[in-house]
């Protein structure tokens, strides 16, 4: 009998690696004899001429896709491609796809790179066996709890063309409202730098020939002109300090909003006590509260549990703590506008709506109400704050260039009047 030291067991054996999907270009001869080409993606050569053979197409060239001289350089995955996915995968199971179909048909259309090949990972998972959610929650940075627990709700109902539907349109209604707010932010923040960089340019390379100019003149400059030259003689003595400042600035900046959730909470309670742009934050944050709560509420989960998602979809610290707080007042028996309307940070119009759904049993559509009506207020704020700042900006720019030319031809001014 063979001791426990003379026992030697099997190493498990190692899983071979995934292959990585690469596009291939592809030319033959349909079922008629016509010559057909394309593009197809896959593993391996092999598996792209047997997928071809079940399309019916006898391939007589099946060739890698070239990498471009200065190699290819992959898309990022954005919020927006998420949200068309879920537009496109819906559609197509409403229309009686399959669904490992669906991400087929979705994936070859696809042109972001990145996309396609998360989706074909996804198929992947769903034909070894797993379930749409379950395949979803492996790639969480593109797919939040609420998305995997949306589509496992619609799964387990038996519904989930039905759910994609919702989710899709959530998703759109989200990135149009991100979209609004970028616009109002990206506007005036493009022409101050540009306002900067002229004046940069001024400063170092248009003031020095004046300066020069100026010294012959053997009189004292104006005060203001003085300044100016000063500013110019500081800049190009220390543009390497300013240009490492600013980025040192910059990059702090980011680090620290990415590690330090203290310093978000103090941004977002900022952001909601800033002029004008605090409208819009608060307007946008009770829309994205309404429609995440719309959305998971119409999908069959609890309140309590829809709360819990809602949390962290607000976006703002101030509104996170106070859904929190209403989900624990609800979760004792509190109405939900009463949670609400105690909380005081949401509008008497969204509290009066909740509780008329509340009354009616329609709140997922009451709620809905709300997130559209806001979601038209921001969009009327953006397009209010920017004909707003459209003269405040040509004003800045004209105090800033015409500042600079005024402080340059002060002094001939002075000259011709003594003359």
């Known amino acids: 009998m063979a001791t426990a030291a003379q026992v030697k067991t099997k190493p498990a054996p190692k899983k071979p690696a ?16 016509n010559k057909v080409k394309g593009e197809l993606p896959g593993q391996n050569m092999t598996l792209v001429k047997a997928e071809l053979r079940k399309q019916g197409i006898n391939a007589n060239k099946v060739r890698k896709k070239p990498t471009p001289l200065l190699g290819q350089r992959k898309k990022k995955i954005s919020p927006l491609d998420i949200a068309v996915f879920t537009r496109q995968l819906a559609t197509m199971m409403k229309a009686g796809v399959p669904l490992v179909q669906s991400f087929d048909i979705v994936a070859e259309g696809h042109d972001n790179a990145s996309m ?27 797919f939040d709890d609420l998305f995997c627990s949306l589509v496992e709700s619609g ?76 500013m110019s003689e500081w800049l190009q003595k220390w543009w390497i300090l300013l240009i490492v400042g600013i980025i040192v600035s910059v990059t702090a900046f980011v680090e620290t909003k990415k590690r330090s959730p203290a310093f978000n909470d103090w941004l977002d309670r900022l952001a909601l006590k800033t002029p004008v742009v605090g409208d819009i934050v608060f307007k946008a944050t009770i829309a994205r509260f309404a429609r995440t709560l719309a959305t998971t509420f119409a999908a069959g989960v609890p309140l309590v549990d829809a709360l819990t998602s809602v949390a962290g979809a607000t976006g703002n610290v101030i509104y996170r703590n106070a859904v929190t707080k209403i989900k624990d007042d609800v979760s004792s028996g ?14 008497a119009m969204a509290v009066q709506m909740t509780a008329i759904g509340e009354e009616s049993g329609a709140l997922d559509t009451m709620l809905d109400k709300v997130a559209s009506y806001y979601e038209s207020e921001v969009d009327n704020a953006v397009d209010g704050l920017t004909s707003l700042l459209e003269p405040i900006i040509m004003s800045v ?21 003594v003359v």
């Open 155 to 230: 799964e387990q109902s038996g519904a989930l063309e039905t759910m994609l539907d919702r989710i899709a349109v959530y998703k759109e209604k989200t990135e149009a409202l991100k979209a609004k707010i970028k616009k109002a932010v990206k506007y005036p923040i493009a022409v101050v730098c540009v306002a900067i960089i002229v004046t940069i340019i001024l400063l170092v390379k248009v003031v020095p020939t004046f300066q020069e100019l100026f010294s012959g003149f053997g009189a004292e400059l104006p005060a203001f002109t003085q300044l100016v030259i000063d």
């Open 18 to 33: 995934e292959s990585k999907v690469q596009q291939f270009i592809w030319e033959g001869t349909d079922k008629r004899g």
């Open 334 to 347: 509190t109405q939900l506008n009463f949670s609400m309307k105690a909380s005081g940070v949401f509008p």
């Open 397 to 417: 720019l004209g105090v800033l260039v015409g500042g600079l030319i005024i402080a340059m031809y002060l002094p001939i001014f002075q000259l011709g009047s």
């Open 116 to 142: 396609r090949d998360l989706l074909l990972r996804i198929k992947s998972d769903i034909e070894g066996g797993n379930n749409l959610a379950n395949s979803l929650r492996q790639h969480p940075v593109y």
